[in-house]
């Protein structure tokens, strides 16, 4: 079992408004990305910041388009206003699965094929930290944690994320180069989702 955390517990400060929420396509930015998780891994946590998030409706209607069986599921983290860090551990909390792939919700431009080579890589790799990087920007991403580092993830806190984990295990961190400029492009102010709407917009071709 290969799945995907998804983290949108955070205040979205910056943005000055619910950026999850914003248009994007024919959808919003956060249900763009977490249908394209759904579309590649074999389960999704969405890691929220409260049990009434207005997220939650929307993802209800996602659901719904999905098989029956798929395990997608919600996550509270009562303490994300303490920072990222207790988002992934209320995300990595009893997962059973094989490899774990730690994601932003707010990165609707993420593409198919890098989720696709991205759990392929997991399905060989089964005890490296797999880090995609891209050539301008460096590291985005997804990031993927294999099983035996679950616990360690549980008990991240703060503000810094897995940051520490990722210096304390560099010996065994698998990076692989993608050109996808979705693996940088969060989205932090109205400039870059407006950035985000362009470009999504030129990526998609008309039909000949």
Request: proline share 5%; net charge negative; with cysteine.
């Amino acid at each position: 079992m290969i799945g995907a955390v998804i983290l949108a517990a955070g205040a979205a400060r910056r943005f000055g408004a619910d950026k999850r929420l914003q248009p994007f396509g024919s959808s919003t930015v956060a249900v763009t990305t977490i249908s394209k998780y759904c579309e590649i891994f074999d389960a999704v946590r969405l890691v929220v910041r409260k049990k009434d998030d207005p997220i939650l409706h929307l993802v209800q209607e996602l659901a719904q388009q999905l098989p029956q069986d798929f395990p997608l599921e919600t996550i509270v983290a009562e303490d994300a206003h303490l920072g990222m860090g207790h988002s992934l551990s209320a995300g990595f909390q009893c997962l059973t699965w094989s490899y774990a792939f730690v994601a932003l919700a707010d990165m609707p431009l993420i593409q198919a094929d890098t989720l696709r080579a991205l759990k392929a890589l997991a399905m060989t790799q089964g005890s490296q930290i797999i880090r995609p990087r891209h050539s301008r920007g460096g590291f985005g991403h997804p990031i993927g944690f294999p099983a035996d580092l679950f616990t360690e993830v549980e008990r991240c806190t703060g503000d810094q994320g897995a940051r520490q984990l990722l210096r304390d295990h560099a010996n065994s961190i698998l990076e692989c180069q993608i050109e996808d400029e979705g693996l940088l492009a969060d989205i932090d102010t109205p400039a870059a989702l407006e950035a985000a709407v362009t470009a999504s917009k030129a990526s998609v071709r008309p039909n000949d």
